[in-house]
């Protein structure tokens, strides 16, 4: 990677984990600019100053999230999240944020990360518990 150093004027990507590319990105003054990753820490400009995105940070994410639910006021709230990185990221935002703003989250279902239509039935069973939890008549 080194020897195209000189002739690079920007990078585009990676699309998930992408800290060590902004690293090196930032020690060649070369611009990043990620089209999917989300990592809160890349947006301190003292360690990541060439690092741009075009997706907010998790952080962002989260407190939109939340925005919605206080709107529509869902104080109660089923969790349903896939395995890939970023989304860990958002969850673990998201379950923060819903402490501070005394929102229940009820249960907590994991996704593979490339569910297919074979989880139809486990979507479903999802659907189901997530309704009963959210509303029934003594969560109402």
Same mark, same amino acid.
């Given at each position: 990677m080194t020897e195209i150093k000189d002739? @690079? +004027?920007?990078?585009?990507?990676?699309?998930? /984990?992408?800290?060590?590319?902004? +690293?090196?990105?930032?020690? !060649? =003054?070369?611009?990043?600019?990620?089209? *999917?990753?989300?990592?809160?820490? +890349?947006? =301190?400009?003292?360690?990541?100053?060439?690092?741009?995105?075009?997706? %907010? %940070?998790?952080? *962002?994410?989260? *407190?939109?999230?939340? /925005? $919605? $639910? *206080?709107?529509?006021? !869902? =104080?109660?709230?089923? $969790?349903? @999240?896939?395995? =890939?990185p970023t989304n860990k990221q958002v969850q673990e935002s998201l379950i923060k944020l819903a402490n501070e703003h005394h929102i229940q989250i009820n249960l907590k279902y994991h996704l593979p990360d490339h569910y297919l239509s074979r989880y139809q039935q486990i979507l479903e069973k999802i659907i189901d518990d997530s309704n009963e939890r959210t509303r029934s008549k003594k969560n109402q």
């Open positions: 002739q @690079v +004027l920007a990078f585009i990507g990676p699309d998930e /984990s992408c800290a060590s590319e902004a +690293l090196v990105a930032a020690a !060649w =003054n070369i611009p990043l600019i990620s089209y *999917k990753c989300i990592d809160q820490k +890349l947006s =301190n400009k003292t360690i990541y100053p060439t690092f741009a995105r075009t997706l %907010p %940070p998790s952080s *962002k994410i989260s *407190k939109s999230i939340i /925005s $919605l $639910l *206080k709107y529509f006021n !869902w =104080n109660t709230i089923v $969790l349903i @999240v896939s395995g =890939n």
